[in-house]
């Protein structure tokens, strides 16, 4: 694994995202085709896009699978809701090492005019 996937993705952090991504079944005919591009290098490379800016389509070959499979897992991961739950461990974990502080917190929301007459 490259330096860049280990420093993009810690141990620490990679032991806390393997307990919230759903396991994949791979199915290949015939045990065919190419070997399934592993997550923690998916992953290293989700944040590198989201973190650099740069777009799917120019992500470097340093991270092993190609932008489209990339993408894909990104997409499936989103679906599935495993970022909410990830974020859900992170703030768990940090909380019970007491490194939160919520001094600092924002909250978002939005209003909307009420509608006139009806209900």
């Known amino acids: 694994m490259t330096d860049l996937v280990?420093?993009?993705v810690p141990d620490e952090l990679w032991v806390l995202f393997r307990r919230v991504v759903p396991p994949t079944e791979v199915i290949r005919?015939?045990?065919g085709g190419r070997r399934r591009a592993r997550d923690r290098e998916c992953l290293a490379a989700i944040i590198f896009v989201a973190t650099s800016g740069c777009s799917w389509r120019q992500l470097p070959p340093v991270f092993g699978?190609?932008?489209p499979t990339?993408?894909?897992r990104?997409?499936?991961?989103?679906?599935?809701?495993?970022?909410?739950r990830l974020h859900r461990v992170i703030l768990d974990e940090l909380g019970a090492r007491g490194e939160l502080d919520w001094s600092r917190c924002?909250?978002?929301s939005v209003?909307?005019?009420a509608a006139k007459g009806g209900h």
Not at 74 to 84: H, P, T
């Open 111 to 113: 209003s909307v005019r």
């Open 70 to 72: 990339v993408y894909r």
């Open 6 to 8: 280990e420093r993009l």
């Open 106 to 108: 924002a909250i978002d």
């Open 65 to 67: 699978p190609a932008w």
């Open 29 to 31: 005919p015939q045990d």
């Open 74 to 84: 990104f997409a499936r991961w989103s679906r599935e809701r495993v970022w909410a």
